[in-house]
């Protein structure tokens, strides 16, 4: 076995980008890419350096991160702790900055399973050594929050124009995100209205908490695939947007950037940092990828692909394609994120002096009406019953679940089209909608009231009445 290439003492036990590295090596290969990420620009370094007033005392950076116990936020977290401690060490006990961690659970379970693994984080000889933590808070937040005490509206899509109404919800029995996820036709659908929800709620506790900057762990391999993704579903116009770091987030009040320090690093070399540094039992359903690790290379390339699963998701094949490509060719991983970077917001749709709508469920903004794109390219009238053996089929056809399924539809559709309001919808929301059952869902009135409102439940705490 050779030795690294950079300090050309150690044994290599990794190989990423056609280099070998031993584990100390790459872990600051690894460091050094988040670290310049983090210190991009003014507004990023005067957030996370530790900076002093004219009077001698210090500004604190306050800085939230969406943490979900994989290994892309956990190798973040490590990262931000070593600078943490740099900075306490070299300004006697001052840091620049405050972690929020903001993890949002799906039910008891995931619960108990975040809540373990970060008592295992906090007690671990790597972080329990100083004080650092004490810089560092978590908030676990229960994903039904989005729907307790709004305003909540059933949006209901024309099953011929592809129109969009909203009518306020006025049911007795509380909507959770689960009876929503029951409704998708797929697991597509599931993971977008998932990934709505969750990036939501953690874009407004970032918000409510008045923090400067908010960190997404998302690999540069992430990044691609979430690219790709949307573009496969028809949310392409929104690229430009979920990549920008320069802006504040307009969205959500604009007192926040979005920044993604992992946006140089593989999805494989995140893995390997994760395993060479021992992190490994901290993740929470995540299976590492070893394709990096010396030791393992010959039992990688003896692998075969595995058949693909029927209901895979998108970004899950988009995701597949790029694990078969990281190796060779991780070069086009990189490609499809530069061209992602270079792709600007279609405002050119606009007329001129016309500002942009915003979806009424993913609240990105909407540059064309998507409505007559969707009339343009689907027939959208039945043609009439002309003989008698047609209306026998048609009586069978309505007597039947999907009949009667489709006749509770157009009742609810009058009745929404009667009392109801109408409401913007982008493409790939509105496609959404056309493949749930009955074309309707419970969703939140979004707007400023709501963003303002800020919930007792952003901050789990336990029976001692302290942060988690």
């Not at 229960?142 to 949006?155: A, E, G, P």
């Not at 998708?184 to 969750?198: L, M, S």
Request: charged share 30%; net charge negative.
């Amino acid at each position: 076995m050779d030795n690294c290439q950079r300090c050309k003492k150690q044994r290599a036990v990794i190989k990423s980008r056609k280099e070998t590295f031993c584990e100390e090596c790459f872990a600051k290969f690894v460091s050094l890419k988040q670290r310049k990420r983090m210190m991009g620009d003014d507004f990023y370094r005067d957030v996370f350096k530790v900076s002093y007033n004219k009077d001698g005392t210090h500004g604190v950076g306050k800085v939230a991160m969406g943490f979900d116990f994989q290994s892309s936020s956990l190798v973040a977290l490590d990262v931000i702790i070593q600078v943490l401690r740099e900075q306490n060490r070299q300004h006697r006990g001052k840091v620049g900055f405050e972690l929020d961690l903001v993890s949002i659970y799906k039910d008891e379970e995931n619960l108990n399973q975040f809540k373990n693994s970060w008592q295992e984080i906090i007690s671990s000889e790597r972080y329990s050594g100083d004080d650092i933590l004490n810089h560092i808070k978590i908030h676990l937040i229960d994903v039904n929050t989005f729907y307790n005490d709004k305003i909540l509206r059933q949006i209901l899509v024309h099953n011929i124009d592809f129109n969009a109404m909203a009518m306020k919800w006025e049911e007795d029995d509380k909507f959770t995100v689960a009876g929503l996820l029951k409704l998708c036709p797929n697991r597509n659908t599931r993971n977008d209205f998932w990934n709505t929800i969750v990036q939501h709620t953690v874009k407004k506790f970032a918000m409510q908490s008045h923090c400067s900057v908010l960190i997404w762990g998302h690999s540069m391999t992430r990044l691609a695939d979430q690219i790709l993704g949307m573009v496969i579903k028809g949310r392409g116009a929104h690229v430009a947007s979920s990549l920008d770091t320069d802006n504040f987030d307009v969205s959500y009040g604009g007192s926040f950037k979005n920044l993604y320090p992992m946006k140089d690093i593989l999805l494989s070399e995140i893995d390997a940092y994760t395993i060479s540094q021992g992190l490994e039992s901290y993740l929470v359903d995540y299976t590492l990828r070893r394709s990096l690790l010396i030791a393992e290379e010959d039992a990688n390339k003896d692998k075969t692909n595995s058949m693909l699963v029927k209901n895979m998701t998108i970004n899950e094949l988009v995701r597949k394609y790029y694990d078969d490509m990281e190796g060779e060719y991780s070069n086009i991983v990189s490609t499809v994120l530069r061209t992602g970077d270079k792709l600007q917001t279609p405002v050119k749709y606009l007329e001129e002096g016309e500002s942009a709508k915003k979806c009424s469920v993913c609240s990105n903004a909407i540059y064309s009406d998507p409505s007559l794109w969707l009339r343009s390219i689907t027939v959208i009238k039945g043609h009439p019953i002309e003989t008698e053996e047609e209306q026998v089929y048609y009586n069978q056809w309505k007597e039947s679940k999907v009949g009667i399924e489709t006749e509770q539809y157009m009742k609810l559709k009058d009745t929404v089209w009667e009392n109801g309001e109408a409401i913007p919808l982008c493409y790939g929301c509105t496609i959404n909608l056309n493949g749930i059952k009955g074309k309707n869902i419970i969703w939140p009135k979004n707007d400023k009231e709501e963003l303002q409102n800020v919930l007792d439940e952003y901050q789990l705490t336990d029976d001692e009445g302290e942060d988690i």
